[in-house]
């Protein structure tokens, strides 16, 4: 209850906002109305087509039936057109509107188009983030996700559902490199975040995406090439994401609509990652005790040792028999760290959203007010989130709705709970409970018998046992997000035909950490001890860390502004000449500051710290070893500030809707460091032309009903505000040895540093079939950086080790493919599918840093790039099988070599192998939907073609790291199948482990072809099962819809061409595990 | 005129737009010159440029770790202990291989000094853009100084491990290092000649010494007058330039020449010497985290110090414990805390230094009283007044030996063995190196190539510079 009470006091304020908002629905007098004349031959149809808001609706087409003959309505949504026959029938449509049928004779004075509900399958309207447009009018090539297949997916942020339906758009999981999350259309930069810039309603969003519900979102555009995207100017280089949001609909009845699921998923698959038995495991382990590589460690009496690593010392010591001894390693192995794991640390993870929502308007008004509660339950035991969202919007037309004012406030409040102790096993074998379930202490940075005995009790207990820990809230951290976002806008009707708008946004997002150390905790014992000094002679301890809990704390704002003014001039000249102009400025501002800081010997009930005990300049040597440190006290504040001024200008003109030319403009500067204010901008430019070919009179290719022909030129950027062009140092804020404070060198000088430029071109062709059997688009792309900023190796004896410059040119190319296919409609039985396919492949035309030797290509070519090769592509050393000593041989200067070496500082490019490249040529997914009466079935397949990726190997290097403390280095591939005797080389390719390790040896193994694996396959992503039922089939329902679902995802694979038991995409992690979620949605 | 009508009705609405517009518009210029970070600045001012030398990590934690770790300072405790080394660079030193890096990439220490020297090379080209004035002229002078003494120093330590030993006879055609004076990234610099290397350090601590002070400055990163005549003496000294060397010494010692007396250091401390210690006039040490050998710490029982070195000292010494600690589960004695105040050598100049230039350069003109009475100065302070026993009634090379013996029992694990090996093999001395492991001695003769380091691969692949030849 407690935690509800904040968040009911938070509605209910809320609430009050939204009456304010929704003001009163005036009702102004419509336009005059035109009356057609009955009966009569030559007859003159007249009347105007309206939106449900009444507003006129210029370009609607009022066609005859089964004829050419067709007019187009005017500016303010008039028309009139000569009919021969009062039988005749008149078709009036319009893209993004139902179309609608009348007899020449009954066609009313008013023609209220109603807008597209968002089905599959229909071309809508797109957004750009400033302006709508009809799909029939755009040369750009525009994605369109409406809601209904937005919503066919269950997840908590709104990204993830583009993944696996969306054209040109791929879900990077192979990841290296500098690669991001989303792709549009291949990658056009080198070293600048090549992610897509994203935007909310009409401003970037710079929030966290996971603050935004996904069920409040109306439709998402992706825009693709540079007649859509370069609106958006220096920031468009990796392609735009549009989001906009409900915003109500005019003279409509307030509509409830209610949606509930909860999504259960299972643990991870512990066993996918293969490891060494115990056994092999404590095997490695005694053949390293043998060898001595324990006896720094043994030595210097402290550090953590394997429990397997104790007895053997044991023996060793001749404290223990030989029998004792393989009896107690016997013992140990008997015991699977995993099953621990299953039982104390994951759990199914349980995710439930509930979102109410009310929409409706009159004439003059439309509202949309929503609420939304997601709780996460995550698969570990302690990590959890949970999110409050509140949005409301409400627009209100006025004087004679010549001025629209739209306001709307979006509000995220989100807490998320994370596992602060991370309990990482170490050894395979590790054992967190005695068999009645009590938690057992585990060596972690500290040997255990020295634990037992350090300080003869005058420490704090310094013992670590991880299920204490996953048990208690020891350690707490919480970090609590608050997102607020409000927006005003204003339109005004200066002429018909012009309208002047001014927009405005404001952001702000709080994020708060709070990481709770308590007292009990390993962490703050560790601490605690680490640093406290025990007089030898009089036995008295002094703690120079105080006694109590230590709370880590940081906070970050940000908050932007964002304003626009905007004239648009839309006018229909003569009924064929149509014109849309926008062009205005805008300004961007945002900040962020960041501040942390440590609190010691905190205390929970009253808040009070300990901080002024703590001498921060002391050097404290530690308790053990002979290292010593200062107390960090963690104090850091930094801020930061984005600045955008931006003109922009963006017009097409249509010819008798057969004919379109587009072009925009725009230019952005940038509070960019160290540049001269005539370099802060950068100009960018498109143009556009198509061609609605079945608008042509002499157009009668009868399979086809439409066919448009587009093509597209211009410029996008990228923005790095890493680098300068003069000589950049930071100060860290951090102290010298002798506590006085210094600057680092960031950026070295860089006078000839140039914006980043990415040039578009697409072709494209939309057509649909006769009665839309068959719809879809397909383009060609071209996408061209120009000097693309790139950090390279240069020689140290510059003083830096990497260059970061403008140093490379790259080229893009792919085809995008979108189908949808109404195969079946039979009865109350129907069939459709939807196809996508995407190609692409990128490729370094001009890199101006050379590589340093094949081991740098072969190790990173996203580092090095190589002229005439993807950037994400990978080369490898060619394998040449084992030697008779199970060591791995490649090419030297075209000869079988061992040299590894030699090998790797080959610079003969001969010597390395092309493998192919990280992320796949092919793409795309095929949904299939069917539905009976009122059932519904969803299945998507996705498909990722022709790529590679390195699969695990076995690390001797790891393997035999005696001393490493972290990670799991008993997870390792194919160790039952290295060679280990004489003749193993036929049967195998995994080399013999050899003692002492050799790295260059590993390299060349690690990245040879023996370890590359296609990653070719299909997938299922997810299917969809929904039940629905309306009032108006079944009278006595409560609700207008409703609907249950059942959604389940992250299926598995059901075809790739590796033999492997690996998932392409989680060639190195875990894959997500199944889900499966129910669902109801109601509207009444 | 009716649309005219209209919109004067609505002047109003008009009105506000156009107001809206114009605060728009009216955005400054200085609106896009916001910094876009708050950390981050151009360093233009003195206290900026100053800034940049404080930075300690990157100017005072630069020498070369390579000479100490092929140095006869220590051994490894056995086989497996050198086979279980931390990194291949570490072995492969020991043993004076060919190859030493096996492919490592970034090797700092190449990297490091070139680093210190890139930063000090920006303070040199954005001074003469600040004017002079007589309130800044002292701050703007020591910055000079400290830069172009900084670099001497740099630059000193990179030639002293990747080029051979000084010798007048043969220094225009010895192969020196990279000298780049500029601050720019995008210029590769040839190896200069050996005597064009030392040329350019000795005209930078020209350069240094009139812009420095005389007074010790309060904390020891900073140079001093004395720091630069102490770096001339050393560097003139390995030159065999002995009499200048001495010239110098005597310099630095009219500044200072202040000892600390052993007999009041800790021996249990984890930190013997303070980090502003009466001893120490420059501080610096090795590059850090890179090897594990130059730490003088617990975390590398797998080395133990060279039983020869250790039998060199007398029982009373007070260094042994002042620099030793034995781990009692080993029996192996591991460094402690040096001069240098974190976990690596001490490479820095001190006045035990100048002591023993002074004492060697006068015993090779045969000053022998006076020489043995600046080592005995030294000594006084390493002994407890009870066991001191003054050095006295050698002759020439007696004494010259003695005094060379103390200078490696005082000078242990500060890199400078290597340099000396050097420059006393030049000078006849005939000292062979050797090392055994699993029953393979390894050998390394007077003047052997391997004296010099080999420059990292990536260096020489990415400037193409001449390498070693090892």
Redesign the interface.
């Known amino acids: 209850m407690d935690m509800i009470t904040p968040y009911a006091l938070r509605i209910m304020l809320f609430l009050k906002i939204v009456t304010l908002l929704t003001c009163g629905s005036a009702h102004h007098v419509l336009a005059a109305t035109f009356n057609s004349p009955v009966g009569a031959k030559n007859i003159e149809v007249r009347g105007r087509v309206v939106d449900e808001a009444g507003k006129g609706i210029s370009g609607a087409v009022i066609q005859i039936k089964d004829t050419q003959r067709k007019v187009l309505s005017n500016a303010e949504g008039y028309f009139s057109i000569a009919v021969v026959n009062s039988n005749a029938v008149l078709i009036i449509s319009h893209l993004g509107y139902h179309p609608q049928e009348f007899r020449a004779d009954k066609v009313p004075a008013l023609i209220r188009m109603v807008e597209y509900s968002g089905q599959l399958n229909e071309v809508g309207i797109v957004s750009t983030g400033y302006q709508n447009i009809p799909r029939e009018r755009a040369t750009g090539s525009f994605v369109l996700l409406d809601s209904a297949l937005l919503n066919r997916k269950v997840s908590t942020n709104i990204l993830d559902r583009l993944d696996g339906v969306t054209s040109g758009l791929i879900f990077n999981r192979n990841k290296t490199g500098n690669t991001p999350d989303i792709s549009v259309r291949g990658r056009s930069t080198i070293a600048s975040d090549a992610s897509p810039l994203i935007i909310l309603d009409n401003f970037p969003y710079d929030g966290d995406i996971s603050n935004i519900n996904p069920q409040d979102v109306k439709s998402i555009t992706v825009l693709k090439d540079a007649a859509a995207s370069s609106i958006w100017g220096s920031r468009a280089g990796n392609g735009v994401i549009v989001i906009t949001t409900y915003k109500g609909v005019f003279n409509q009845k307030p509509m409830v609509s209610l949606n509930s699921n909860v999504t259960i998923g299972g643990r991870p698959d512990l066993y996918y990652k293969p490891q060494l038995s115990n056994q092999a495991f404590i095997g490695i382990e005694q053949f390293l005790f043998d060898?001595?590589?324990y006896?720094?460690v043994?030595?210097?009496?402290y550090g953590s040792l394997s429990p397997a690593v104790e007895i053997m010392l044991l023996s060793r010591k001749g404290t223990i028999t030989q029998q004792r001894k393989s009896a107690m390693l016997d013992s140990i192995a008997m015991h699977d760290n995993r099953d621990d794991l299953k039982k104390y640390y994951y759990h199914p993870s349980v995710n439930q959203q509930y979102q109410v929502s009310i929409n409706g308007g009159g004439a003059n008004n439309k509202y949309y007010v929503s609420m939304g509660y997601d709780q996460n339950k995550a698969n570990t035991v302690i990590n959890s989130n949970d999110r409050m969202s509140l949005n409301a919007s409400n627009t209100v037309s006025m004087?004679k709705k010549?001025?629209e004012v739209v306001t709307g406030i979006m509000f995220t409040s989100s807490r998320t709970n994370v596992d602060g102790s991370a309990y990482n096993p170490q050894f395979p074998y590790e054992n967190l409970a005695d068999q009645n379930g009590k938690a057992l202490a585990i060596t972690r940075t500290l040997r255990l018998p020295y634990v037992d005995t350090v300080g003869k009790g005058r420490l704090l207990d310094w013992h670590y046992k991880p299920l204490d820990e996953i048990q208690n809230p020891f350690v707490t951290q919480r970090l609590k997000v608050t997102d607020y976002r409000i927006n005003a806008g204003?339109s005004?009707a200066?002429?018909k035909s012009l309208h002047?708008s001014?927009t405005y946004t404001y952001d702000k997002g709080l994020n708060e950490q709070v990481r709770r150390n308590g007292l009990p905790s390993y962490y703050t014992r560790d601490m605690i001890n680490t640093y406290s000094q025990i007089n030898?002679a009089t036995g008295v301890v002094t703690y120079p860390v105080p006694l109590g809990d230590i709370n880590d704390n940081s906070t970050s704002v940000y908050y932007a502004h964002y304003?626009r003014?905007q004239l648009n001039y839309d006018k229909l000249f003569n009924g064929k000449h149509a014109v849309n102009a926008l062009g205005g400025?805008?300004?961007k501002?945002y900040q962020s500051n960041f501040n942390s800081y440590t609190l010691y010997g905190f205390d929970q009930e009253t808040f009070a710290n300990r901080n002024n005990t703590i001498n921060p300049t002391v050097?404290y040597?530690a308790f053990y070893?002979?290292?010593?440190s200062r107390i960090p006290l963690n104090i850091a504040?930094?801020?930061?500030?984005?600045?955008y001024?931006s003109y922009f200008f963006n017009g097409s003109y249509t010819y008798d809707s057969r004919y379109i030319l587009s072009a925009s403009a725009r230019k952005d500067?940038?509070?960019?460091?160290?540049v001269k204010?005539n370099q802060?901008g950068v100009p960018l430019w498109s143009a556009g032309l198509a061609w609605n070919l079945s608008n042509e009179r002499f157009y009668h290719f009868e399979p086809f009903t439409y066919l448009k022909l587009r093509a597209t030129y211009g410029y996008s950027g990228n923005v790095n505000?890493s680098v300068?062009a003069?000589?950049?140092?930071?100060?860290?804020?951090q102290s010298?040895?002798?506590n006085?404070?210094?600057?680092?060198?960031?950026n070295?000088?860089?006078p000839s540093l140039r914006w980043e430029q990415v040039r578009n071109i697409n072709f494209g062709i939309d057509f649909q079939t006769k009665a839309n059997v068959l719809s879809g688009s397909v383009e060609y792309w071209i996408k061209s950086g120009f000097d693309l900023i790139g950090a390279s190796?240069?020689?140290?004896?510059?003083?830096?080790?990497v260059?970061t410059g403008n140093t490379a040119n790259m080229r893009g190319r792919g085809v995008d493919v979108a189908l949808n296919s109404n195969n079946l409609k039979a009865g109350s039985f129907g069939w459709s599918t939807q196809f996508h396919f995407n190609y692409n492949t990128d490729q370094i035309t001009s890199y101006k840093v050379k590589a340093?030797?094949n081991?740098?290509i072969v190790l990173g070519n996203y580092l090095q790039p190589l002229v005439g090769y993807s950037y994400y592509s990978i080369f490898s050393y060619p394998w040449r099988g084992l030697d008779h000593s199970g060591n791995p041989q490649s090419v030297l200067n075209g000869n079988t070599s061992k040299d590894?070496?030699a090998i790797?500082?080959s610079?003969n490019i001969a010597d390395i192998a092309y493998s192919g490249t990280l992320t796949p040529k092919y793409f795309g997914n095929i949904m299939n939907n069917m539905s009976w009466r009122s059932l519904e079935l969803s299945v998507n397949l996705t498909y990722k073609l022709k790529y590679v990726y390195r699969r695990p190997y076995l690390s001797n290097a790891s393997l035999y790291s005696?001393n490493s403390t972290g990670g799991q280095r008993y997870q390792q591939s194919d160790f039952d199948q290295r060679w280990q005797n004489p003749g193993d080389e036929m049967k195998t390719d995994v080399p013999s482990l050899i003692?002492?390790v050799?790295?260059?040896r590993e390299?060349v193994y690690k990245y040879s072809t023996a370890l590359i694996e296609k990653g070719d396959h299909v997938r299922l992503q997810d299917v969809r099962l929904s039940y629905s039922l309306s009032k108006r089939k079944v009278a006595r329902l409560p609700f207008d819809h409703v609907s249950i679902y059942t959604y389940a995802s992250n299926l598995g694979i059901i075809w790739k061409s590796s033999k492997y038991r690996i998932d392409p995409d989680y060639a190195q992690g875990i894959p997500l595990p199944k889900t499966i979620a129910f669902g109801l949605k109601a509207t009444f | 005129m009716y649309?005219f009508r209209t919109?004067m009705k609505?002047w109003k609405?008009?009105y506000?737009?156009l107001c809206?517009?114009i605060i728009?518009?009216s955005?400054k210029?200085s609106?896009?010159?916001?910094?876009?970070?708050?950390?981050?600045?151009?360093?233009k001012t003195l206290n900026?440029l100053q800034?940049?030398l404080?930075?300690?990590?990157?100017l005072?934690k630069s020498t070369p770790s390579l000479s100490q770790m092929a140095s006869d300072d220590y051994v490894f405790t056995?086989y497996?202990?050198w086979?279980?080394?931390y990194t291949?660079t570490e072995?492969n030193s020991y043993i004076w291989a060919k190859?030493i890096y096996?492919?490592a990439?970034?090797v700092q220490d190449?990297?490091s000094g070139?680093?210190?020297?890139?930063?000090c090379?920006?303070v040199l080209a954005?001074l003469p853009h600040i004017v002079q004035t007589p309130s800044n002229i002292q701050q703007y002078n020591t910055i000079k100084g400290w830069a172009n003494f900084m670099r001497a120093f740099l630059l000193y330590d990179l030639v002293r491990n990747f080029s051979p030993a000084y010798d007048p006879a043969t220094a225009d055609k010895d192969l020196g290092i990279?000298v780049?004076l500029e601050?720019?990234?995008?210029?590769?610099?040839p190896r200069s000649s050996l005597k064009d290397t030392y040329t350019q350090i000795l005209h930078d601590l020209r350069s240094a010494v009139p812009a420095l002070s005389v007074a010790l400055p309060l904390?020891?990163?900073r140079p001093s007058r004395a720091a630069a005549y102490a770096l001339f003496s050393r560097i003139l000294l390995s030159m065999r330039e002995y009499a200048q060397a001495e010239l110098y010494a005597d310099s630095a010692l009219a500044i200072t020449k202040t000892l600390i007396d052993y007999n009041g250091v800790s021996t249990?401390?984890?930190?013997p010497f303070a980090?502003?210690n009466a001893e120490t006039i420059f501080s610096t040490g090795s590059i850090l985290n890179q090897y594990q050998i130059t730490?003088?710490?617990?975390?590398?029982?797998?080395v133990t110090m060279n039983p020869e070195l250790l039998a060199l000292y007398d029982k009373n010494d007070l260094r042994l414990s002042a620099f030793f600690r034995l781990?009692t589960?080993?029996g192996?004695l591991y460094v402690?805390?040096g001069y240098f105040?974190?976990?690596t050598c001490f490479t820095g100049l001190a006045t035990d230094e100048l002591y023993l230039i002074k004492s060697e350069c006068l015993a090779r003109r045969n000053e022998l009283t006076a020489s043995l009475s600046w080592l005995n100065d030294l000594l006084r302070k390493r002994f407890s007044p009870t066991s001191f026993r003054e050095v006295s009634g050698l002759n020439q090379q007696a004494a010259l030996q003695r005094i060379l013996e103390e200078r490696r029992k005082e000078l242990v694990w500060r890199t400078l063995r290597w340099t000396d090996l050097k420059r006393l093999n030049k000078e006849g001395a005939n000292i062979t190196l050797t090392r055994v492991l699993n029953g393979v001695t390894y050998t390394l003769t007077p003047n052997d190539p391997k004296y010099v380091f080999p420059i990292?691969?990536?260096?020489i692949?990415?400037?193409g510079?001449t390498q070693n030849l090892r």
């Open positions: 060898k001595g590589a006896n720094t043994i030595n210097n009496g004087l010549k001025l204003l005004y200066i002429l002047l001014g030898q304003g003014a400025m805008e300004i501002d050097l040597p070893g002979s290292g010593s504040s930094a801020s930061t500030t984005d600045r001024r500067e940038s509070n960019l460091f160290g204010t802060k505000k300068s003069y000589l950049t140092a930071q100060a860290t804020g010298n040895l002798w006085i404070p210094y600057v680092t060198i960031t070295p000088p860089n190796p240069i020689a140290q004896q510059t003083g830096v080790s260059f340093i030797n081991a740098a590894y070496s790797s500082k610079t005696a003692y002492p050799n790295s260059a390299e | 649309q919109i609505n609405i008009n506000l737009l809206t517009l728009f518009a955005c210029k609106f896009l010159d916001a910094k876009p970070s708050s950390g981050i600045l151009t360093p900026e800034g940049l404080e930075n300690a990590d990157v005072n056995s497996e202990s086979q279980s080394a291949a072995r190859d096996e492919g990439s970034q190449w990297s070139y680093q210190g020297i890139f930063y090379n920006n954005v990279p780049p601050a720019r990234v995008d210029q590769i610099v904390n020891n990163n249990t401390s984890a930190t980090i502003n730490y003088p710490a617990s975390v590398n029982t797998q781990n589960a080993t192996n402690r805390r105040f974190q976990t990292p691969d990536d260096e692949a990415l400037s510079i």
